[in-house]
């Protein structure tokens, strides 16, 4: 398991490592409005496994599951952006925006985490029926 309570060393260095806490609890605050809007699901993505993600669902109190791609199988698949901190590999911070099974739109690159469930939001209600369930 990946331990996260300790940032790799030089992360504050790195363009959009920090934030993912605060990324997902802006989603986590938004979750209704974001399926009010259309979303028919939301979920978190990372490449770290299914325990630590467990941990974090419930310390963060997220209404959505986290998704594990620890095999980086989806990561090579879609070509998603990665970075490297402290000898590993890390996903960039993007969104994707799926409907029956296509991507509709990327958010990317994504600045400031905080913020981006907004940005989701406005995207989601400016394009209804984008993404019928």
């Not at 791609?69 to 989806?74: H, R, W």
């Amino acid at each position: 398991m990946t331990d996260f309570t300790r940032l790799p060393e030089g992360w504050d260095l790195i363009p959009g490592a920090r934030g993912c806490t605060a990324e997902a609890c802006a989603f986590r605050d938004h979750h209704a409005e974001l399926l009010a809007a259309g979303a028919s699901a939301v979920f978190g993505l990372s490449v770290q496994d299914s325990d630590y993600q467990r941990e974090v669902v419930e310390r963060l109190h997220l209404p959505f599951a986290m998704l594990s791609d620890a095999a980086f199988e989806l990561t090579r698949a879609l070509r998603l952006p990665t970075f490297e901190a402290s000898g590993l590999t890390l996903l960039r911070r993007l969104t994707l925006v799926v409907a029956d099974g296509v991507v509709e739109h990327v958010f990317y690159p994504v600045f400031p985490p905080d913020r981006h469930a907004d940005e989701v939001l406005v995207w989601l209600r400016a394009n209804p029926g984008t993404i019928e369930a």
